[in-house]
């Protein structure tokens, strides 16, 4: 671990100038980059006391030896060294996006003598007009299959078509009307051009003009009585028709715009990104990250958008069809939150592009409610990483190893519970507690707890809630052992493997299933030292020495054990972390939600509650003769005996209740019967 301090610039040294610094380790590798409009007061930041850095920016300048900037002229010029940088020496501490695979494009090769119409995955050619990404290459496929009747342009391979010129015969697409065959001389080079100049017009959004002038040209044939001509171009027409059908109309026509998202917990976020070119939505694509560094959701957006469109920079100018290689970059950027430098980001991307780009955030309307679905994908993206993640056999039980091996157990805790307290400044107290078993969630083992409390007004604080919840479910623990060691020895045995024994989880004196099916092997607390100490101290004073106990610090990630001075840190890339994580996660749901389910029906309570012979119906009727519980207060036994279905006896018990002295029924002494 290196003392920052080392070598931490002398003053004066570090200009008050825009500019990019890195960091490097003690081997010279970088391992952070950053940008600044101010390179002297930013880099101060990072050499303050470690105790009052974040964590992961203590991990970091502890973790670097060195410390190097270079001074440009612009934040935007900023932001795209940065960019350049991490792509260059891709530093460890800085977020990356990354996919799972490369996303295909549908590539139009215009710089080519004869262009092509292909599927492009990777880095962007000069001279090539690219339309997606798409999610699969299939789909790529099928559109252009349907525009091929409309638009035969060459789709064959510069071999194929070489050796078709040189047979003098064309491949089976040029035989069947899907391609023109420039090959072998049957449309001129500036012919074939302008054919799939209008292929990719069509791919970028023009396609009404497109269908009309085909729809017209059958309407002519017909009129000309060329009916077999007009029946192949209504199937043009069908053809165009159902390549739009495969693209959702969400925007008007002229939008041209990407659309991102973000779903994001302590450590991972999940992307997604719609592109919306000529009002529809041409593809759709989704990272999931590690954060590795302090970041904001701003902070997200911002490295989101370089990594992005930072590639476009290589390509500005291309194109010899007179196109910008910056046209992937569109006119307007809409993010869930603005990025930390919008004002920069905006004038960067729209030099990428060549005209003006507009990032925003939408506030209502169509764009807004397409960014709602942009986040659900990534919502639904993030619980599927975790899931698949979680699911996965062999990562479960290479989890619980490393548990094992961390925590110093006997063996794998094939059984983990968790616990959790939740409550609103101290009210209506609750916790839960969650069950892993073989590193799966098992619900039906789940309980709540409502947290009874020493202190007035049944408040408490996170530790003695803590301590009072393990004594609860371990004194339950030790009764059941406790009688289970009774009867083994009064158990008769019966025939069967299970002679003499008494099944785990179930009472042996109602053959019922116990509140508590049997102890875990390993027990953590949501929680640092603290907690951790209190929930030790519960399992001490009950005699409980057969279970582990630990607790998973929100703010580092770090499991802390009873009696430890230190924390033990499991790498952030460990599965054993990553099963604690989730089992945190889940308590500290389950939770919430059943605080949120006590605080609705404390808030929902009614005076009336609780009063014999009044039901739901008739307090409906009292409200809707009275309006309010102020003028129900006000009337008397005879006016409330006035409402249909409310007698004497019931009309007198509801005005004893509101006046606050409800009085206790009377008994029949000589019939033990209840008085009205």
């Not at 309307?365 to 639904?380: F, Y």
């Amino acid at each position: 671990m290196t003392n920052p301090a080392s070598y931490r610039p002398k003053p004066g040294e570090v200009p008050d100038s825009p500019g990019v610094y890195r960091f490097r380790d003690p081997q010279g590798r970088v391992v952070y980059v950053g940008k600044a409009k101010s390179l002297r007061q930013r880099l101060a930041n990072y050499f303050q006391p470690l105790h009052a850095l974040h964590p992961r920016t203590a991990t970091m300048v502890t973790t670097a030896a060195s410390v190097e900037w270079t001074v440009v002229g612009t934040e935007v010029e900023a932001l795209q060294l940065e960019y350049s940088w991490i792509k260059e020496f891709d530093p460890r501490f800085n977020v990356k996006y990354r996919d799972d695979k490369s996303y295909p494009y549908l590539a139009v090769t215009m710089g080519e003598e004869f262009p092509r119409v292909q599927v492009m995955r990777g880095a962007k050619r000069k001279g090539t007009r690219y339309f997606g990404p798409y999610a699969h290459a299939w789909a790529i496929r099928e559109t252009v299959d349907l525009l091929l009747r409309v638009f035969p342009v060459r789709t064959c391979s510069t071999g194929v078509f070489k050796r078709a010129g040189q047979v003098g015969r064309p491949c089976l697409l040029g035989y069947i009307d899907k391609c023109s065959a420039p090959c072998v001389g049957k449309v001129t080079p500036e012919e074939h051009r302008a054919l799939a100049q209008e292929f990719a017009d069509f791919m970028g959004g023009a396609t009404s003009k497109y269908v009309k002038r085909v729809e017209a040209q059958m309407r002519e044939a017909a009129a000309e009585m060329d009916f077999e001509r007009a029946a192949r171009l209504r199937d043009d027409a069908g053809a165009l028709r159902k390549a739009l059908e495969k693209s959702a109309v969400v925007l008007p026509d002229a939008t041209d715009a990407d659309v991102f998202a973000l779903a994001e917990d302590e450590l991972e976020a999940a992307v997604q990104v719609f592109h919306v070119r000529g009002g529809r939505v041409r593809g759709q694509r989704g990272w999931v990250v590690e954060k590795v560094e302090d970041v904001t959701t701003a902070d997200l957006v911002q490295h989101l958008l370089q990594q992005v469109y930072g590639g476009a920079a290589s390509l500005e100018g291309a194109g010899d069809d007179g196109s910008e290689a910056g046209e992937q970059v569109p006119r307007e950027v809409l993010v869930p939150v603005e990025p930390t430098d919008p004002e920069q980001t905006a004038a960067w991307l729209s030099r990428l592009r060549g005209s003006r780009v507009e990032v925003r955030v939408p506030q209502r309307g169509d764009k807004r409610a397409l960014l709602e679905t942009v986040e659900r994908n990534a919502t639904g993206a993030l619980n599927l990483h975790k899931t698949r993640r979680g699911g996965d056999l062999t990562s479960r039980s290479l989890a619980l190893q490393e548990l094992q091996e961390a925590l110093g157990l006997d063996e794998a805790p094939l059984r983990i519970e968790c616990y959790d307290v939740s409550h609103l400044q101290g009210s209506e107290v609750v916790a839960s507690m969650v069950v892993f078993e073989d590193g799966l969630p098992r619900k039906s083992e789940y309980r709540k707890f409502n947290v009874r409390g020493d202190g007035p007004d049944g408040r408490t604080d996170d530790l003695a809630s803590m301590n009072e919840v393990l004594t609860r479910r371990f004194r339950r623990h030790v009764a059941d052992g406790a009688r289970d060691g009774e009867l083994d020895d009064q158990v008769a045995p019966v025939s069967g493997p299970v002679s003499g024994e008494v099944q785990p989880g179930i009472d042996p004196t109602t053959g019922r299933a116990r509140r508590f099916a049997y102890a875990p092997q390993l027990v953590v607390v949501d929680g640092g030292q603290p907690q951790v100490e209190a929930a030790a101290a519960a399992l001490a004073d009950l005699g409980v020495t057969d279970v582990a106990l630990c607790g998973l610090a929100k703010r580092l990630e770090e499991v802390w054990l009873p009696g430890e001075d230190h924390p033990v840190v499991l790498p952030r890339s460990s599965e054993g972390l990553y099963l604690l994580q989730r089992l945190r996660d889940e308590a500290h749901r389950f939770a919430i939600t059943h605080h949120r389910s006590k605080r609705s029906r404390a808030m929902t309570t009614s005076a009336l509650d609780g009063v014999p012979g009044l039901g739901p119906a008739r307090k409906q009727a009292l409200m809707a003769r009275f309006g309010t519980l102020k003028a129900l207060r006000a009337a008397t036994a005879e006016q409330v005996a006035e409402v249909p279905g409310v007698g004497p006896a019931t009309a007198a018990a509801v005005v004893a209740a509101l006046a606050g002295n409800a009085p206790e029924p009377a008994v029949d002494t000589a019939t033990g019967e209840l008085v009205d």
